[in-house]
């Protein structure tokens, strides 16, 4: 099963709103990633978890908080967002750490977050 | 700094054509090389990776090739079909560093 599931699939929060996106994966991988895309971009990184503890963060603005609560779930935490932030928010999962070769990324669906 | 490139940025093709997607990137010290198909408003799906010692890697009728020393890799998707149209993407990885993606390729295959 090479399945990352995310929740909810779309989003309509307003500037003043907390929410939170949920990624899941039991696939026994040790490192998750946030990733954001806007439209006809390719995805930017914002935050990478390895073996639960948070290794890289793409100086990402305090209002995108991220959380790994066990090595299968990695919530992103959203509070008084921008317009600018609505994007598709896509979380990805690999075996290792990023300094493993044949690290396979898969990515799930993702979050279709619109910020009125 | 590792650049991507993916050339061409889009891509028209009547079914049935062999084609040849293109992928460059600057710094050839690279672990993985991984090929990602998006469909429009859609997550990404792993086609084929490429370790650095690898020099290509097939999955049904794709084909992805390496060239680490010229910085290059390729994506061969043989007879196209209409399901076959989306975004190619290539991303490489070294090191403790994260993926870096190139800006795609839109692939239309028209029926």
């Not at chain 1, 066990?70 to 300094?99: F, I, K, T, V, W």
């Not at chain 2, 079914?15 to 998006?38: K, P």
Request: charged share 20%; aromatic share 8%.
């Amino acid at each position: 099963d090479t399945e990352v599931t995310q929740t909810p699939k779309h989003l309509v929060m307003g500037m003043t709103n907390k929410k939170s996106l949920k990624c899941e994966q039991h696939m026994g991988h040790r490192a998750m990633y946030w990733y954001k895309q806007k439209a006809k971009k390719p995805p930017e990184l914002m935050f990478v978890y390895s073996y639960e503890k948070l290794s890289i963060n793409e100086s990402v603005p305090s209002r995108f908080s991220p959380e790994c609560p066990n090595s299968s779930l990695l919530n992103l935490h959203l509070h008084a967002l921008q317009p600018e932030d609505s994007a598709l928010y896509l979380c990805a999962s690999s075996r290792g750490g990023l300094a493993v070769l044949g690290n396979e990324q898969f990515f799930g669906p993702g979050t279709r977050l619109t910020v009125l | 700094k590792q650049e991507v490139t993916q050339i061409p940025a889009a891509l028209s093709v009547p079914e049935g054509e062999n084609l040849v997607l293109n992928c460059s990137f600057t710094d050839s010290a690279i672990y993985n090389l991984q090929w990602f198909r998006q469909d429009p408003g859609k997550g990404l799906t792993s086609l084929l990776l490429i370790q650095s010692s690898q020099r290509e890697q097939t999955s049904g009728r794709l084909n992805a090739s390496l060239d680490k020393s010229s910085g290059r890799s390729t994506l061969y998707i043989a007879a196209s079909q209409p399901g076959d149209s989306a975004t190619y993407l290539c991303a490489v990885i070294r090191g403790n560093t994260p993926l870096v993606f190139g800006k795609g390729t839109r692939l239309s295959v028209i029926a």
